[in-house]
């Protein structure tokens, strides 16, 4: 297990915005939200404001603090507007030089350095579009290695947006990924939701998959009490291109979650870290791509409607353990534990701790014999 400090002290998370995050691909955005001309989404936190915008079918990023006077460019999380500051009117091209600007006679225009935005990096996997703010190092290709392929497919089968939302949770960006990545708490958290709706959380972990720091897995259903009935009432759905009888998900290191809950819909995390003890989860849930008859429509609008409250509901479930966790690990004077079932979590310190300490991509430890004989606490303090 990681030091308790490591999730609460300032200073480390200043380390891991060093080393975690601005030097590897950040996801930003999915390609529908970029569509049209104009199309814009911003992804804030600690340290950190940038927008991504479509500026005719390029899609580009810098940081959404005009190089005037520093006002926060783009509003809000999304929306379509210009790239103009809304402050004295500076309006940016796709390069992040200030085109527009009002009265440009009484400014020195041969300095474009401090004159254009910080731009960064930006590469797509599929419908997945990612930055990076520090520029070197792997394509996004070789850094997600066997989950680009993964991204891409999976990406594939989203169709509209049911809901989407950021909710802050008191505690730690980690909290929030070791909590996704396993479903070990799922029959006393989530017993209303996960385990009496839809049959997730009585089964352990199975077909975990591991590459470089990302992992996936997934978590078996069970029969629920109404299965016949929600057989039938989801029937129509029988024809969607993906279908598993579990739930899958994945992880792309550091904070970002994908989700399939048998196909039937799509989830989208991202942990971003506000402070030590403070991070937004910023989500967005799918109904699955399909042609749908008249009524058909109407019945995938009441499922999308149930979904999305039970989308919430699990999210504050989280919520509130995560909330009361970090005041514990706050006052706890060793690490915890953890088991088989928790194979991921132990993945996620590994490479994150190999990382921190200054390790490449390319060297982290794999997951050892001790981890899958059950024993992950012994092989993080080894």
């Known amino acids: ?61 810098f940081a959404n603090v005009c190089s005037h006077r520093f006002n ?104 929030l990924v070791e909590n996704v990545l396993e479903c070990y ?46 057989q039938k009432a989801l029937a129509y759905l029988d024809t969607r291109a993906f279908t598993h009888d579990s739930f899958f998900h994945i992880h792309i290191f550091p904070n970002l979650f994908i989700s399939s809950t048998q196909g039937l819909s799509f989830y989208v995390g991202h942990a971003l870290p506000l402070s030590a003890s403070e991070t937004g989860l910023r989500f967005r849930l799918f109904e699955p791509k399909l042609d749908l008859t008249r009524a058909q429509r109407a019945a995938q609008d009441l499922i999308n409607q149930s979904g999305k409250a039970l989308g919430r509901a699990v999210i504050d479930e989280d919520r509130a353990i995560l909330e009361n966790v970090q005041r514990g690990v ?17 993945a996620f310190m590994r490479a994150y701790t190999h990382l921190m300490d200054g390790g490449s991509l390319s060297g982290i430890p794999p997951i050892d014999d001790h981890v899958a004989a059950g024993d992950p606490a012994r092989s993080i303090a080894e």
């Open 1 to 61: 297990m990681l030091p308790c400090a490591n999730y609460y002290r300032p200073e480390i998370l200043a380390d891991e915005l060093d080393t975690l995050f601005d030097p590897l691909w950040q996801f930003g955005a999915l390609a529908g939200e970029l569509d049209a001309d104009r199309d814009f989404v911003c992804v804030d936190y600690k340290n950190t404001a940038t927008v991504l915008q479509n500026f005719r079918g390029e899609i580009r990023a």
């Open 72 to 175: 926060r460019i783009q509003p809000g999380e999304r929306g379509n507007r210009p790239l103009m500051c809304a402050y004295h009117g500076w309006s940016f091209d796709s390069t992040g030089f200030p085109h527009g600007m009002p009265r440009r006679d009484g400014f020195a225009l041969d300095d474009r350095e401090r004159l254009c935005l910080t731009g960064y990096e930006v590469e797509t996997c599929g419908i997945f579009v990612f930055f990076r703010k520090r520029s070197g190092g792997p394509s996004l290709c070789e850094y997600l290695g066997a989950f680009y392929p993964l991204l891409e497919q999976i990406g594939s089968y989203f169709g509209p947006e049911i809901d989407t939302g950021t909710i802050s949770h008191a505690a730690n960006w980690k909290l």
């Open 185 to 230: 708490h799922c029959s006393v958290v989530h017993q209303d939701t996960f385990v009496k709706t839809l049959g997730i959380g009585r089964a352990g972990i199975e077909q975990e998959q591991f590459d470089g720091p990302h992992s996936s897995s997934h978590f078996p259903r069970t029969a629920t009490a109404g299965e016949a009935r929600r």
């Open 330 to 346: 706050e006052l706890s004077e060793k690490p915890g534990v953890i088991g088989r079932d928790e194979i991921r979590i132990a």
